[in-house]
């Protein structure tokens, strides 16, 4: 299968990223989660929209890593086995055979947040999500308003215990670092969202 073949250009699509620091899973909180005053906040990988088309995902994934943690990602590499999930829910392992550098997951999207260009859209938003290595440890930037550190433990309490909020999940030994002037309530419940809603739904790629 070609990648090209199954996004096409004028697709809407984004890149993302699965990453990792000091034994931790990086995932982030953007600032429009905190504009409601609801107790629930979706929790996203690193990563957003193609600026346009000729935008490799490779380089999305890139830029926005920059732009929202920081100049700390060192590089990207090619996945073992790249996951599909198609819109109607099936996953399955596919080949691609026209990419130097393997994403681990495509994701055909048709349920998207109530914020941003593809709230009130039908159209599929094709995610594709690569394994970075970091530098450095990450810093929360511009639209991000905080980063959140958890383990495989802490994903399997998310997935067990749905009611778990984040003070259950700082005592149990999660991080989370905020922007100056913005926090998060102890009694946040996080929304696994993208990446980090693939890693709950797939335990081998933990």
Known sequence: MRLSDLIGPRAPAGAALFLN?????????????????????????????RMTPQESFVDCALREGREEIGA??????SAERTYLIRSDGGIEAIDL????VRPQLIWEKHRHSRHGSMAHSNQIY?????????????????????????????????KQHRQIVLQDLLLAGAKVDCQAGLSLSPSTRFIPHGTVHFLLRNKDSL
Request: no cysteine; charged share 15%.
């Open 21 to 49: 620091w000091e034994g931790f899973h990086v995932f982030s909180v953007p600032k429009r989660e905190l504009i409601s005053p609801s107790l629930q906040v979706r929790l996203f990988g690193i990563g957003g929209k």
């Open 72 to 77: 700390v990602i060192s590089h990207i590499e």
């Open 97 to 100: 055979i026209d990419q130097s």
């Open 126 to 158: 094709y995610l594709v999500a690569f394994r970075g290595h970091l530098l450095a440890r990450p810093r929360p930037l511009n639209e991000i308003a905080a980063i959140v550190y958890l383990n495989n433990n802490h994903l399997a309490l998310i």
